[in-house]
């Protein structure tokens, strides 16, 4: 039996192939781990009937050695999927009964791919959240505590369930959802690795959309390898979201290990904050230092629009999710709440349904939109983000990648900034420029603060260019030997 | 531009949620920062900017004109709260 | 525009001028939905045509179905209008129970074609111009119906996600008459061209009307917009009660509110809908889950080059060719069918002579019973045939008449007809003139009469015609007539 606690998905899948584990071992093991862990309240929902079976057939598949990309990995998977004949609520009561008939786009392929599935992950509501604290099911508690507290706190978000169970070692690789920032900035509190690809290198179908401009599937897992492979299997082109790109997929794993000797990087100046951490300064000269030391060129360069990225994505996203949502009335699926006549039954089943956060978010997206507001708010941003993607343009003239931090600050304790929706919403300010211009963002953990808590380091590729992000992030990760990991106090 | 309850409370029936009276103050206070925060974008000269259409520089995809999908009733009233026989309901509607 | 004063309506103040727009829906003739798989043939199951993208479960995605694309395009060259490269589709966004996204995917501000002109030739033989200015592609909605259970309305979703064309004139049509004129020619025009059914009872076209009046001259007044007509004489009847409704509030003292109405079809009358609407607020944006639609010019080039002739480049055919009068050319042009009826009738026959039995027996007979022309007991060979047959003088006119109605009721071609019936003309010169001779030793009176009054001449046409059953050739017994009673010939 490996050893779960430094087991990789890598490592897994080459154990599988040369059969020094089974998947139903390797799958039994992980489910006494999501059993063990149900304080964090990262799974939702739990299949380990459905888990065991698939992993049967993976292991029939290996002896066969018909093996995909990820045969007989166990995996989770973010509510925010449909998954045919598994709950999905996407963490909300609204969905709190919905069963998909149907299998989104990208968890299909990986269960074509070999994957195994042990469940559901928490998140926040709709994706609407940097904490996991807008679920509908309770926030997910980080499996991370500060040197010497107990305080509980959280994991980031919206793919905050994601990133704690991996993180927990509940599951080798979690599939998460990046509107803003809800891959990248939980990885970086939760210390492990997740990459927000190109919009358009997986499909959307399937997925509960939260802003459909911006909404990208990708991988969280322990390490970029892992992210590599994992991607692999979720991307490519899909004939049923017309949005998704009918561009070939390379071969990420193989672009590992070819160092950065000779690559330019980029360092934005303007994401140094005025306030910022003197411990997320310090990560990032570091790594600004380890890739000099690996033989990149680090040079300066501007994104003049960047403060504006924030204000632009808190319209447009709320305004593409209040049409989104408008399909959830208590008609067809999901929560009904009666009422006189049918205007009335939809006021109170999405009263009775959403959350405060999504409701705010909904409030907000109709405003921007309504008449008379449209070109104040709607149609400056969409404008804005021209400015952004054109600023990101200009800079990949200098150079191959840019270099970031991650995240703001460190995980923060449950409730701390739930009162205050803009100090939430900075949780994103480096992570949302990337989605505003539909770049891959790689996020990758780089160090601890003094209380012991991860920190991540961002780099930001051209389009389509997920292979420089493997590449460079595996440099970080060699340079960062990042060994922390959570003490399991939840066990 | 800043909103008071009488906006919260044409917004919300625009949106279809029934917020309670006592909630249209403090929700017209909580979008009034969401909003004065967003409005640092009118320092922005953009008279000459091009609204992005979308981040994905592709041609819209096309389908065939071929019926390939449909006949799957049964699946979509699986999770209807209310169906009867294959129909969605809803409480009558007078036009 | 030409003002056309003729339209005026009178009232309690003098004279009002109604003004009419129509925007109407036209299904796109496709197999499939707009935007998904599932098929859109009339009059499935409950939701048995509905794919997971068009009840709008959570994760769906639209792709848009291309052929409904190319049916759009055709359709704006059909209305000479301008085709748009790029395109935009939004989401307009509003609850209701047949909506299931709560959006519908629509165009707003770039729609796929813009302005075009339609003619509408009217029964007094004037023609008017009326102004398209945009078509755009849309979702239809799904169907709600009221009265299959006491406390709930059922939700039917087969119609959810059709492709629809509006078609949005201007405001240049002046009366009920003109309104439903406008809406036949633009249905003939649809037909022509195969991207719409026009199917009103199946509601394949239907049409918001709006109306206004004013005072000649004056500025527009404020419109009420009637939703939903769906036959094209409700369309005249409605325009002709609102405009009406319209005068007598604004002389009563009222002013017209703007406001969409309902039309009841059995009592002829519009009334404000009962569920109140709030001011509509539909959030258009850029439906984010779609591109710009974009196109190259090539593609209109290849569909241009595929349009059949249309109604209008048909009707100046038929007159410049054929020699028939605009009036007749415009009815046999006002749908394909006829026209192709037509067409066959005319091939190598005299072509006024064969419209005018097309447009005459053939059509009265249609009309009687009730048949439109692909039903017609009369096939366009046999009525070829029975042309032939009086150029030929086997049969006279009189008698085409008779065989005629044998044909509708037999579906017999008329040559067995006029051979089994012995209906074949005389135009043996003896037996004619010995017909004339009886006739005129019968009636020495008239004989002397006849003298003096040539016109009297038609009597005796007709005592010889009855004498011979009809069967004498006209030509024949004139000739004869006029010798033996020493007419001026």
């Given at each position: 039996m490996s050893d779960l606690a430094t087991l990789t998905l890598a490592g897994a899948r080459d154990a599988l192939r040369r059969k020094k584990i089974s998947s139903r071992e390797l799958t039994t093991s992980f489910i006494k781990e999501v059993e063990g862990a149900r304080g964090l309240n990262a799974f939702v929902t739990e299949t380990p009937e459905l888990a065991l079976d698939m992993a049967t057939r993976a292991d029939a598949r290996l002896s066969r050695g018909e093996a995909g990309i990820l045969e007989g990995v166990p995996l989770g998977i973010k509510d925010l999927f449909c998954t045919k004949g598994v709950k999905t609520t996407a963490g909300s009561k609204i969905l709190g009964n919905f069963v998909p008939t149907y299998e989104s786009t990208v968890t299909r392929q990986m269960f074509d791919a070999g994957a195994v599935m042990l469940g559901k992950l928490n998140m926040d509501e709709f994706a609407m959240g940097s904490s996991n604290e807008t679920s509908a099911w309770g926030p997910v508690i980080s499996p991370w505590r500060r040197k010497g507290s107990n305080t509980p706190l959280v994991p980031g978000g919206s793919s905050g369930g994601s990133a704690a169970a991996v993180s927990a070692r509940l599951c080798l690789g979690a599939t998460g959802t990046d509107t803003g920032g809800s891959i990248r900035q939980p990885a970086a509190v939760a210390g492990i690795t997740g990459i927000k690809p190109t919009y358009g290198r997986c499909s959307r179908w399937g997925i509960v959309a939260f802003a459909s401009s911006l909404d990208q599937a990708g991988p969280m897992a322990h390490t970029v390898r892992d992210c590599a492979i994992m991607l692999q299997a979720m991307s490519g082109h899909d004939p049923k979201d017309s949005t998704s790109a009918p561009i070939a997929v390379p071969d990420f794993e193989a672009a590992i290990g070819k160092g950065v000797k000779g690559m330019r990087v980029g360092i934005p100046k303007e994401y140094r904050l005025d306030g910022m951490p003197s411990e997320i300064e310090a990560l990032w000269a570091q790594g600004i230092a380890w890739m000099k030391d690996a033989g990149a060129e680090v040079i300066d360069v501007s994104l003049p629009h960047t403060k504006y990225a924030l204000p632009a994505y808190y319209i447009v996203a709320p305004a593409e999710a209040s049409s989104n949502l408008a399909r959830y009335d208590g008609v067809r699926y999901g929560l009904r709440v009666n009422g006189d006549d049918v205007i009335d039954l939809y006021e109170k089943s999405r009263a009775a349904g959403f959350g405060r956060e999504v409701q705010r978010r909904i409030l907000i997206g109709t405003y921007v939109l309504s008449a008379g507001y449209y070109d104040a708010y709607y149609l400056r941003a969409q404008k804005i983000r021209t400015l952004i993607a054109r600023d990101f343009e200009q800079a990949f003239e200098k150079c191959d990648m840019l270099l970031t931090p991650t995240s703001p600050s460190p995980a923060f304790g449950i409730g701390e900034k739930t009162d205050d929706p803009i100090s939430m919403y900075l949780n994103d300010v480096f992570t949302v420029t990337v989605n505003l211009a539909g770049l891959p963002g790689i996020s990758v953990p780089a160090g601890v603060n003094n209380e012991g808590l991860p920190l991540g380091l961002q780099l930001i590729g051209r389009a389509f260019d997920e292979a420089t992000l493997f590449r460079a992030g595996q440099v970080i990760e060699d340079a960062a030997a990042f060994k922390a990991r959570p003490d399991s106090w939840w066990k | 531009m800043s909103v008071d309850e009488k906006t919260v409370r044409k917004v919300a029936k625009l949106a279809r949620l029934a917020v309670p009276e006592e909630r249209l103050a403090p929700m017209a206070g909580e979008l009034n920062k969401i909003l004065a925060w967003v409005e640092q974008l009118g320092e922005l000269d953009i008279k000459n900017v091009e609204p992005m259409t979308s981040v994905a520089k592709m041609r819209l995809m096309r389908r065939a004109d071929v019926v390939n999908d449909g006949n799957i009733a049964d699946d979509l009233m699986k999770n209807a709260p209310n169906a009867i026989d294959n129909y969605f309901t809803v409480p009558k509607v007078v036009e | 525009m030409t003002n056309r004063t003729g339209k005026l309506i009178e009232g309690a103040t003098g004279k009002w001028e109604v003004v009419i727009g129509l925007e109407v829906h036209a299904q796109v003739l496709s197999k499939a939905k707009l935007f998904s798989g599932a098929a859109t043939a009339f009059g499935a199951a409950p939701n048995a045509q509905v794919s997971l993208v068009d009840a709008a479960m959570p994760g769906m995605l639209p792709v848009i179905n291309e052929f409904c694309v190319e049916q759009a395009i055709r359709t704006g060259l059909g209305l000479n209008a301008k085709i748009n490269l790029v395109s935009v589709f939004d989401r307009k966004n509003y609850f209701y129970p047949d909506l299931p996204a709560g959006y519908q995917i629509s165009q707003y501000k770039q729609p796929i074609v813009g302005e075009g002109v339609v003619l509408v030739d009217m029964p007094n033989g004037e023609t008017i111009e009326v102004g398209i200015e945009r078509l755009h592609l849309e979702q239809d909605a799904g169907k709600s119906s009221h009265d299959m259970h006491p406390s709930l309305s059922f939700v039917d979703l087969?119609?959810?996600?059709i492709a629809l064309m509006e078609i949005v004139s201007r405001p240049d049509l002046r009366s009920g008459e003109e309104a439903a004129a406008y809406l036949k020619k633009l249905r003939t025009i649809l037909r022509y061209l195969g991207t719409c059914d026009g199917n009103m009872d199946e509601g394949s076209m239907r049409a918001d009307v709006n109306v206004s009046v004013r005072k000649p001259g004056a500025e527009y007044g404020t419109r009420c917009e009637i939703k939903n007509v769906n036959s094209m004489r409700f369309v005249q009847i409605a325009a002709e009660y609102e405009a009406r409704r319209q005068i007598d509030l604004i002389e009563g003292g009222g002013k017209v509110e703007q406001e969409t109405r309902l039309f009841d079809s059995r009592t002829g009358e519009t009334r404000t809908m009962r569920s109140k609407e709030e001011a509509h607020d539909y959030r258009y944006f850029p439906d984010p889950d779609l591109l710009p639609l974009e196109f190259e010019q090539a593609l209109i080039d290849r569909i241009k080059a595929s349009l059949p002739e249309l109604p209008d480049a048909r009707k100046q055919r038929y007159v410049s060719q054929f020699g028939l009068s605009p009036y007749d050319a415009g009815v046999l042009v006002s749908d394909a069918e006829t026209a192709a009826y037509y067409e066959e009738v005319a091939k190598g026959r005299d072509p006024k002579i064969a419209a005018n039995w097309v447009t005459g027996d053939l059509f009265a007979m249609l009309n009687r019973l009730n048949l439109s022309i692909t039903q017609s007991p009369v096939s366009a060979a046999n009525l070829g045939a029975l042309i032939d047959l009086i150029a030929d003088n086997t049969i006279s006119g009189r008698i085409a008449k008779d065989v005629f109605q044998i044909m509708v009721e037999t579906r017999d071609a008329p040559g067995a007809i006029v051979e089994a019936r012995g209906l074949r003309q005389v135009t043996d010169t003896s037996a004619i003139e010995a017909a004339i001779d009886a006739v005129i030793a019968a009636n020495p009176d008239k004989v002397a009469e006849v003298a003096a009054k040539p016109k009297m001449a038609g009597w005796f046409v007709g005592q010889v015609m009855q004498k011979t059953g009809g069967k004498a050739n006209p030509a024949v017994v004139n000739q004869l007539l006029a010798k033996k009673l020493n007419l001026p010939g």
């Open positions: - | - | 087969n119609r959810s996600g």
